[in-house]
């Protein structure tokens, strides 16, 4: 069976959950084979079916932003001739599929949100234009590198071997342009990760920037929390927690959207998730065309009671 | 003297029906288009360095007649010069074949820096500005909130998921910036008014010695086999929320089971 890259991002050496969703995608096309950067290989790779780990570990992968990893692993694309190539779909994943992709002058395919096989075919969904349309393509030149969303597969346990293969690339000079010169980590929120979580709680212009009501609600239900643009934009919340086109896209089984009017940009990150629910005082807000269930009202009268009858019923 | 081009992309506009034409390519004449929201972050960020010493913003896009357009918005902005790279076998390209093509026009311009917005908004990849880098062999500097520029050299921050990283690169460098920047001016009449006078170039694929079989939809790397509109969501149920909106609202949840 032959082999599929994977890129696994692990950042402070923490493998992702989204990492994990592509070995399990991985499996479907061939024998997945891990791609990590860093020092200590994380179990987890050949527990989610990593049969080969490529390991890369080198300070130059993060002294400098993509050019060193994309070339380490166009490298491994040369070497193995792998069936496929998977990354995850962050800003760097994708940016190193693109530069993989040219240098192997294959096709590219980016945010996938689900992966088919069928015999040598291998066919991915997208959803664009705001979530309005939903797109099958496939490559039709060299070896398929496919950027995948979050929450495109479960990660399924599927004991490996995941034999380590040291590897080692002479990087290029060409591609130490970019040198990251600090790196401060995000601060943990305590909640799940946003594309990562059943259930999201989102705050807009109708918070008037206060996110409290929202945050107590979210963390009855167990959410993680967005926001909107609107919200970013008056700094009332970090833009990392950004739902929209220029921010994070989810696609939750549960969409809350708290003071949320519903512009295009916004429906653009949530437009796809199971069930949508808004509270929101301007009954025409465009977002009550997308809902399952919405309230007219006052998110700062309406949520700490849902919050507080949520408690109730849990005892 | 500082040289910038911001390379630039004429979309559908994201607040209208948008489609898909009978090739499987995004429909692009029958919705109105505009210079895409994202890449006016990139002229405003452009003319704000040029402005704070000397130099040129030369903007450039390629696209159908029509893109014409979006190197007008950019010159009302207050661009200098604009280039127009148009050819009927560029239709249907794809993100490699657009970046051969901006990467060959950039070449023949004089240019210290150029700046991309973070996507498009309507192929939204986000990729063409590391492309561009790639095949240029220049540093890439890509998704910053915030951009610096001093002298021959670029410092961005790049905001993360897991970290926020400062990245710096020197010499001719490729930056792409994100929304975070700062708001994009609006045209002023006087803008409006100076730029019918600016000089744009038109140029063709033979301009930039361009093979026509290295372009276009059936050089594209990838195809689109079908597309599908998603199906319409059923109106759901609106309650007026008269003292007991909450509770009705976890009523709700509780029966989905998220309660």
Known sequence: ?315 | MTNIVVAVKYVPDATADRTFSSDNTVDRDNVDGLLSELDEYAVEQALQVVEAGEGEVTVLTVGPEDAADAVRKALQMGADKGVHVVDDAIHGSDAFATSLVLAKAIEKLEYDFVFFGMGSTDGSMGIVPTLVAERLGLPAVTFGSEVTVDGDSVTIRRDGDAATQEISASGKVVVSVTDQTGEARYPSFKGIMAAKKKPVDTWSLSDLGVDAGEVGLENAWTKVESFEPRPPRTAGEIVTDEGDGGVKLVEFLASKKFV
């Open chain 1, 1 to 315: 069976m032959s082999e599929v890259l994977v890129l696994i991002d692990a950042p402070e050496g923490k493998v992702t959950k989204p990492s994990l969703e592509l070995l399990t995608i991985a499996a479907r096309i061939g024998e997945p084979s891990a791609v990590f950067f860093g020092s200590d290989v994380p179990s987890s790779l050949a527990e989610y079916g990593a049969a080969k780990v490529y390991q890369l570990d080198d300070a130059v992968y993060e002294e400098y932003l993509v050019g060193p990893k994309a070339e380490a692993l166009a490298q491994l694309v040369a070497e193995k001739s792998p069936a496929a190539v998977l990354v995850p779909a962050t800003s760097e994943g994708k940016e190193i599929g693109a530069r993989v992709a040219l240098k192997a002058e294959s096709g590219y395919i980016t945010d996938a949100v689900d992966v088919a096989v069928d015999g040598d075919s291998v066919t991915t969904t997208q959803s664009v234009f705001a979530g309005n349309f939903t797109v099958q393509a496939a490559v039709t030149k060299g070896i398929p590198v496919i950027a995948v969303k979050p929450n495109s597969a479960t990660p399924e346990k599927a004991d490996a071997a995941g034999t380590v293969e040291a590897v080692s690339v002479d990087v290029s000079d060409a591609a130490k342009g970019a040198k990251i010169t600090s790196s401060k980590p995000k601060e943990a929120s305590g909640r799940p990760e946003l594309t990562e979580a059943a259930i999201v709680v989102s705050g807009g212009r109708g918070t008037g920037g206060d996110f409290s009501e929202v945050e107590a609600f979210a963390d009855s239900l167990g959410a993680a929390v967005g926001a909107s643009r609107a919200a970013v934009d008056s700094g009332w919340y970090p833009h990392n927690f950004q739902i929209g086109q220029t921010g994070k896209t989810v696609s939750p089984q549960l969409y809350v959207a708290n003071g949320i009017s519903g512009a295009i940009q916004h429906r653009a990150g949530m437009q796809t998730s199971k069930t949508i629910v808004a509270v929101n005082k301007d009954e025409e807000a465009p977002i009550f065309e997308l809902v399952d269930f919405g309230v007219v009202g006052d998110l700062k009268t309406v949520l700490p009671q849902a919050t507080e009858e949520i408690v109730k019923r849990k005892g």
